[in-house]
Every structure is written in C-alpha cells, then in structure tokens.
C-alpha cells in the first residue's frame, strides 16, 4: 500500500497551501481531491475574494492576515504572477454598527493606518458608490481581492515541484486509525500515512464527524450585474467593500477577468444544507435580493445580471474558524468552519496545518480557534 509522511484531503482553499507547506519542508505528501482543481462547486470559486486588514471579526486576525499577505507575495514571487489586486477597503455601516466599530478597533490595536469617511465624502470620492448618510466608513489603502482560482492553482505548482504528489478526481471515502499514523481509502485504492490534514471545506464534518455539529454548511448565491458606468467599477476607481445594513450584511467587489460588478449578501436566505445535496440553480428570488441592494447602494452598477452562482460558505456558531489536532487521534488535524471569510488566510493556514502535523502546535495564536470551545 503507498504510503506517505502526511495526505491532505480536499486540495481547495486550505488543502492547496497545506500540501505546498508540506512539499516545501521535504514531507512526502499525498494531496486527495474529489472533483478537478479548482473547481466550482465548494468554496474557492467566483474569481476574486476580498483580502483587508479591517478584520471587525476580532482583533487577533490581525497578525494572521500581516502573515498571510506575506506568503501570498512569496507565492506571487515565485510563480510570476500577480494574485493579490489592491483596491482599497471600505468597512461601512452606521456608526454604532460592528462593521465600522469592530474595523476600527482592529486596526487601532495592531497601529494600521486608516482613514474614516462620510457618506458623502465615500461617494464623492468613489463615485459608482451612493451611501446614505447614516453610514460611516473606515477606508484602509492596502486592502484588495486575491484571485482564488490562482492562488489554489499556483500553490498546487509549487508543491508538486517540491515533491507533492496530487489526484484529482479522487474521494476520500473514510479514514481509520493505522498504529500511530492513518489509513486512509477512497474509490481508487487505499493509502497509509503519519499525519492526516483535513481540509474538506463544507464536506469536512463528513471526513471528521467530531466537527459535525459545529461546521454547518449554507448555500450563499453570486452575482455579477452589468454597471451602466463601467469606468466607475474598475479597480483603480472602486475599492472592495463589506457594509452593515438593516437587511443583512453585503460585500462586493470591482469588474476584474469577467465583466460585472460582483456582489453577494452574507449567509444570503441562510439555507443550511448538504454539501451532495444543495440546489445549485439560481432563482427569480435569489437575483431580486442583490438587485434590491445594489439598486439602493450602487444605482450605476445595478443593470442587468450577467452571471449568478452558488457558492457554499461552512458556519461555526460564534463564526470563527476551527484549527487544531483531533484530541483522540492527535495524528490528524483540521481546519474548517471559515465562516465565509476564511480564504484571505488560506496561505497562513497552509503553514499552520504544516505546522500541526510536523510539531502538534503552533507559533502563530490560534487560540481563537480551538476546536473544544464548543463543549466546554
Ligand atoms: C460566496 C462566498 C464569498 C466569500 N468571500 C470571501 C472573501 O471575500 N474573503 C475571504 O477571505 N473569504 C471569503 N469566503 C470564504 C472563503 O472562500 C472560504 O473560507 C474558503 O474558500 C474555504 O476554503 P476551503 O479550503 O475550506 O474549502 P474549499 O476550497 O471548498 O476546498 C475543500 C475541498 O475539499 C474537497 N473535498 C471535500 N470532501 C472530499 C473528499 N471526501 N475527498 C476528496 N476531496 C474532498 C472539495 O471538493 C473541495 O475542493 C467566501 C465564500 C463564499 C462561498
């Protein structure tokens, strides 16, 4: 039976850093994915996700993201290519909200430099945005979108030259433990090895139950709308933005590679569902509450739909990730549940997971993160 220092499962996001971090420290690493990389049906897809140091999620993202922009450039470095666009970041809401409060505290705490902004002056200087008074903004000049489909891609590269060997088209069916290491099996054949890295995305509850009640996957929908001034949503004019609204929580981001203004609602019609199982159809309903939004915050980009998606974001309770070694197999580590905002660390994460499976910790704090803080 081939055998390995480590297999990850699921060469997405995460799997993708994980088995290049790996590949890199001289680990013999087998990387199993179920459908083709990338792909379009978990969570990496839809061209562009948003990279931004105004983390309102907690503080201590801070340090992570400093490091992950950090990996990222090295990436870029050595694959020739860029995969991090700088924009600029809004953080908006009314002043009183968590997205503007919580976008502020974190870069106070960690000194990043960062301006606050008026509706009015939002709008005078981006002028594809309209926001209405009430809302108060927190511009920081380095955030940006990275390019996913790239990332995931050049960080396969790089591992196989290192050494990583990665199948496509192969699933995972169930693990057991094997003496200190893990046995892993899948339709193809079956495999042995010291550590296992599960970096299943919205599937990682199947592949380690112990998550299960705690990583709920939900359907999320993408749109993409055809901007009546097109020269108003470019990157060099429109910078990324989240804002905090009595409807919901919104993002979105500039035309960039598909033509569009790209927007999505945050936990959208909050659909839990079953990853082999989720309607991957948009609909009538789904359209109408993007259009609705943009029509009221961004009336020059809200034209006709170009391109609707689905997407799959996987949820904890307090929505902060889960990242640690399993506590009765500590031969196998997680990192799941990144609660829609997990994709801006995917390359510290990679170093976290090498990390776990070489030493059983860390340097960097993940203590946000422990995989026990729901059963107390
Ligand atoms: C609409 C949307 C917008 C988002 N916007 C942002 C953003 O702007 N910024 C940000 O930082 N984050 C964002 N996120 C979140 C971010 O994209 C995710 O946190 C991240 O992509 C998760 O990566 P992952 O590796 O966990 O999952 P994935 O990239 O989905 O990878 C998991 C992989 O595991 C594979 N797999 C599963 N089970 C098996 C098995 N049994 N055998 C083999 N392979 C298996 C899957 O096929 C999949 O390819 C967004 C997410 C969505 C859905």
């Known amino acids: 039976m081939p055998s390995y220092d480590a297999i990850v499962i699921g060469v997405g996001g995460m799997g993708s850093a994980a088995i290049y971090h790996l590949a890199k420290r001289g680990w013999k690493v087998l990387g199993l994915e179920q459908y083709s990389i990338p792909n379009d049906l978990g969570s990496s897809h839809g061209h ?27 990436l870029e470095d050595s694959a020739g290519e860029t995969l991090i666009v700088t924009t600029g970041s809004v ?78 088209h192969e699933a995972v069916l169930d693990w057991q433990p094997d003496g200190e290491g893990v046995r892993v099996n899948t339709g193809q054949g079956a495999y042995t090895a010291g550590r296992l890295v599960v970096t299943a995305g919205a599937w990682a509850a199947k592949i380690a139950p112990q998550i299960a009640r705690h990583a709920l996957p939900e359907r999320q929908v993408l749109g993409w709308f055809q901007p009546e001034r097109p020269e108003l949503f470019r990157p060099e004019s429109f910078p990324v933005f ?35 199982k989720m309607d991957r159809e ?40 889960i990242i640690g070694v399993l506590p009765d197999n500590p031969q196998v580590s997680v990192a799941a549940g990144f609660s829609g905002h997990g994709f801006k660390f995917a390359s510290v994460i990679g170093e976290i997971m090498a990390d776990l499976a070489q030493h059983g910790e860390t340097r960097h704090d993940i203590s946000l993160f422990r995989l026990d803080r729901f059963n107390p």
């Open 242 to 276: 989240g804002i905090w609204t009595e409807q919901g929580r919104y993002y979105g981001f500039p035309s960039y590679s598909v033509p569009g203004f790209k927007l999505g609602r945050a936990h959208h019609l909050r659909q839990q569902v079953d990853p082999d």
């Open 282 to 321: 948009v609909h009538a309903e789904d359209e109408e509450i993007l259009r609705q939004f943009a029509s009221r915050y961004f009336p020059l980009g809200a034209g006709q739909a170009l391109t609707l998606t689905t997407c799959m974001y996987t949820n904890t309770p307090d929505e902060h990730f």
């Open 48 to 74: 562009s996700r948003m990279i931004r140091y105004t983390l309102q999620e907690h503080p201590s993202y801070v340090p992570l993201v400093r490091r992950a922009y950090e990996l990222w450039h090295e």
């Open 91 to 168: 953080r908006a809401g009314p002043p009183d909200s968590p997205f503007f409060k919580g976008a502020k505290e974190a870069c106070d705490v960690h000194g990043i430099p960062y301006e606050i902004l008026t509706a009015t002056e939002v709008n005078k200087r981006f002028p594809g945005y309209r926001f209405p008074d009430e809302i108060s903004s927190v511009y920081q000049a380095d955030g940006g979108f990275l390019l996913p489909e790239r990332c995931i891609l050049d960080h396969v590269w790089a591992a196989k030259e290192a050494g990583a060997e990665v199948h496509e």
